[in-house]
C-alpha cells in the first residue's frame, strides 16, 4: 500500500517570507511521480507541481520549488516571496504508474498574513 | 478552454433517494478519477476508469457505482445515500496512466444527505 504524510495540518507566514510545508511517503514503486496541489477555499484543486522520481533535480515554477530526497522518501514545498492568494490547502500526492492513480496526504492549509 | 466540468456544483439528497453525479471533459483525457473528499481530509480514490476499462477500490462500498458512456462523460450513482455519504466529490482526468502530467480537477459536487 502505498500512503503519503503530511505532519503539518495547518501553517501560517506573513506575506513576502518563505514557508516550506513538508511531505514523506512510503511506495514499494520504482516509478512513480510526486505532486503538490493547492485548493483554495471553495475553489478548484490545481496542479502547483510536479516531480518525476527518476530525475535527481528538484523541479521549481516560478516561486515554487520542491526539495526531494528519495532515499529519505521526502518531498516538501518551498513557496517564496509568500502572497495573499497563496491561502489555501495544499495537497502531496504520490502516482503509481503502474496502478494508474495518486494517493493524497491529509493536506496542509495554508495562511498568508498581510 | 479545455476543461473538467461538474454538475450540480451542490446537490441535496434525501437519506435513501439515489442521486447522480456528472462529469464532463473537453481535454480528450483517457482516464477519468472519482474522489470522495470530507471536510479538511484527503481525497480518497472511488474508482477510476482509463478508458472503458473501470477500476474499484477494495474498499468503495457497493452503495456507489460509476457508468462511462464515453469519453467525455462520467457518472457516479449512489444507490442509497447515508448521512456519511455527504461530502464533496471531486471527478479528475489525467492523459495517460503511464506518463502523469498530473490531474486536472473539476470544482467538485458537494453533496448534502438530509
Known amino acids: 500500500a502505498q500512503t503519503v504524510t503530511q505532519s503539518q495540518p495547518e501553517m501560517s507566514v506573513q506575506e513576502a517570507e518563505t514557508v516550506t510545508l513538508s511531505c514523506t511517503y512510503d511506495t514499494s514503486e520504482n516509478n512513480y511521480y510526486l505532486f503538490w496541489y493547492k485548493q483554495p477555499p471553495s475553489r478548484q484543486m490545481i496542479l502547483v507541481i510536479r516531480?518525476?522520481?527518476?530525475?535527481?533535480q528538484n523541479a521549481t515554477e516560478n516561486r515554487f520549488s520542491v526539495n526531494f530526497q528519495k532515499a529519505a522518501k521526502s518531498f516538501s514545498l518551498k513557496i517564496s516571496d509568500s502572497q495573499l492568494g497563496d491561502t489555501a490547502m495544499y495537497f502531496c500526492?504520490?502516482?503509481?504508474?503502474?496502478?494508474?492513480?495518486?494517493?493524497f496526504g491529509d493536506g496542509t492549509t495554508l495562511t498568508v498574513k498581510p | 478552454d479545455a476543461m473538467v466540468i461538474q454538475n450540480p456544483r451542490y446537490q441535496v439528497t434525501q437519506f435513501g433517494k439515489p442521486v447522480t453525479l456528472s462529469c464532463s471533459q473537453t481535454l480528450n483525457h483517457n482516464v477519468m478519477y472519482w474522489y470522495q473528499q470530507k471536510s479538511s481530509q484527503a481525497p480518497k480514490l472511488l474508482f477510476h476508469y482509463y478508458d472503458k476499462d473501470f477500476n474499484n477500490e477494495a474498499d468503495t462500498p457497493d452503495n456507489f457505482q460509476s457508468r462511462r458512456p464515453n469519453t467525455s462523460f462520467c457518472f457516479l450513482d449512489i444507490r442509497s445515500p447515508g448521512l456519511g455519504d455527504a461530502a464533496m466529490y471531486l471527478c479528475?482526468?489525467?492523459?495517460?496512466?503511464?506518463?502523469?502530467?498530473?490531474?486536472?480537477f473539476g470544482s467538485g459536487t458537494r453533496l448534502t444527505v438530509v
Open positions: 500526492a504520490c502516482y503509481n504508474t503502474n496502478a494508474g492513480k495518486s494517493t
Open positions: 479528475a482526468t489525467s492523459r495517460d496512466p503511464g506518463q502523469s502530467d498530473g490531474y486536472t
Open positions: 516531480q518525476e522520481a527518476y530525475k535527481q
